[in-house]
């Protein structure tokens, strides 16, 4: 399959690693682009929290890096966790996917109650993960420590949905299935772009293009890039 990566570039290269090595030709067209923000990060935590990789690469070149990689991780899924250790950390407990498996597991393991917990996270969020873990007892300091800027449609894009050289697009955030559609629109490629095979992260990833009317939304078992691929398997074969 003729296969378009909208995500960010790093997290792009990877992915069309995978699908390449499958034998499907891919076009990466990052919609986001991740921005580091600054946070000051002063007092004492009992965890880190993370729901996405993103935030454990904003940590990199962060002061508090050393003490915040000594402490425990919760880790969304496995991208997330597998980020987190390359940052440095070691003592990681990864969820099941999504916000609600990430919640169970830090319930489930209640990390030392007299320090909260770090939750670094991006500008946009779709749960409010310190609102869920309050409702168990557990205090969280939330810290934005990066965003993600909306990028118009690249030329190669443009020219491959006019071209009809676009089997399907995967789409891993809300974000970036939003900006597929405004992208479109603002090309004059809307009914083109939009026509495809969208290969979606989850129900809510999927939102923004079924609401501008997509036709063919395959929505992954699993909220992981190894079940997205697996879509893209089957629909290849």
């Known amino acids: ?42 007092q004492r935590y009992g965890a880190v929290v993370i729901t996405s990789a993103n935030a454990a690469a904003a940590i990199a070149d962060h002061s508090a890096r050393a003490t915040l990689t000594a402490l425990p991780l919760f880790a969304v899924g496995r991208r997330s966790a597998d980020a987190a250790r390359e940052a440095g950390f070691g003592d990681i407990r990864i969820a099941g996917g999504d916000a609600s498996d990430l919640v169970r597991l830090i319930a489930e393991h209640r990390p030392h109650a007299g320090a909260p917990l770090l939750y670094l996270a991006g500008e946009d969020r779709s749960a409010d993960l310190a609102g869920d873990l309050a409702v168990h007892g557990i205090a969280v300091e939330l810290a934005v420590i990066y965003r993600a800027v909306s990028l118009p449609f690249p030329a190669a894009l443009i020219a491959a949905v006019a071209d009809h050289a676009v089997d399907a697009v995967m789409h891993f955030s809300k974000r970036s299935a939003a900006q597929y559609v405004t992208g479109s629109r603002a090309a004059g490629i809307a009914e083109d772009a939009l ?5 979606c992260l989850s129900a809510q990833v999927a939102e923004p293009l079924r609401e501008a009317g997509a036709p063919r939304i395959d929505v992954a078992k699993r909220p992981d890039e190894s079940a997205m691929i697996a879509l893209t398997d089957q629909a290849a074969a």
Do not use: F
């Not at 003729?2 to 390449?20: F, K, Y």
């Not at 026509?195 to 290969?199: K, L, Q, S």
């Open 195 to 199: 026509g495809v095979r969208h290969i």
């Open 1 to 42: 399959m003729r296969i378009v990566l909208t995500r960010p570039q790093s997290d792009s290269e990877r992915t069309a690693a995978l699908l390449r090595a499958r034998g499907h030709e891919v076009l990466i067209a990052p919609l986001l682009r991740i921005e580091t923000l600054p946070v000051a990060l002063h």
